[in-house]
T-cell receptor, first 114, second 113 residues
Framework: GAGVSQSPSNKVTEKGKDVELRCDPI?????LYWYRQSLGQGLEFLIY????????KSGLPSDRFSAERTGGSVSTLTIQRTQQEDSAVYLC????????????FGPGTRLTVL | AQSVTQLDSQVPVFEEAPVELRCNYS??????LFWYVQYPNQGLQLLLK??????LVKGINGFEAEFNKSQTSFHLRKPSVHISDTAEYFC???????????FGRGTSLIVHP
């Protein structure tokens, strides 16, 4: 079946602009995660959605970052007033539930802020 | 909070040689342990996982890992590597009371011919 998809694959933007990154999880997966991957920094957790529960936003680095998940499926990560330090690969992952199953990752969106 | 340490940022090795990628985590009563692989320009893919039971876990592509509770380690091994194993490898740990895995910084495995 189809895996996790993300769009766009690459995004170049100017400092100060807003960007939206999209994630389509695997159908039926109730849990969805956003991570940021910077060079040499590993994966930094940003936000977690589980079903209809309130999201865990504890990893969002500033109030410029927000995310939503509509209808328990597609998710959008929005970064307002982008800064150069926001440049990174943004990865989305989904899993069947909050139980200790594997996470299925999308290919990521590479964001470059000029 | 859980922390995960991958001691080696880069591991160069010749083809057909054995390799061990190290992972240590901070102590927790119960943990679930994972190794993921990331090929260039791709997302992460699960190699293997430890949830319970036997401490020696076998995964895809000939990799295996051993859970050592006393040393809080989950090292990844392969007896003979191939050029195609060149990739970034991430160790991840999820504590029993958390829904969010913590990832290490990754180890770049570079296999030379």
């Amino acid at each position: 079946g189809a895996g996790v998809s993300q769009s766009p694959s690459n995004k170049v933007t100017e400092k100060g602009k807003d960007v939206e990154l999209r994630c389509d999880p695997i159908s039926g997966h109730t849990a969805l995660y956003w991570y940021r991957q910077s060079l040499g920094q590993g994966l930094e957790f940003l936000i977690y959605f589980q079903g209809n529960s309130a999201p865990d936003k504890s990893g969002l680095p500033s109030d410029r970052f927000s995310a939503e998940r509509t209808g328990g499926s597609v998710s959008t990560l929005t970064i307002q007033r982008t800064q150069q330090e926001d440049s990174a690969v943004y990865l989305c992952a989904s899993s069947f539930s909050a139980s200790p199953n594997e996470q299925f990752f999308g290919p990521g969106t590479r964001l470059t802020v000029l | 909070a859980q922390s995960v340490t991958q001691l080696d940022s880069q591991v160069p090795v010749f083809e057909e040689a054995p390799v061990e990628l190290r992972c240590n985590y901070s102590s927790s009563v119960s943990v679930y342990l994972f190794w993921y692989v990331q090929y260039p320009n791709q997302g992460l893919q699960l190699l293997l996982k430890y949830l319970s039971g036997s401490t020696l876990v076998k995964g895809i592509n000939g990799f295996e890992a051993e859970f050592n509770k006393s040393q809080t380690s989950f090292h990844l091994r392969k007896p003979s590597v191939h050029i195609s194993d060149t990739a970034e490898y991430f160790c991840a740990v999820r504590s029993g009371g958390s829904y969010i895995p913590t990832f290490g910084r990754g180890t770049s495995l570079i296999v030379h011919p």
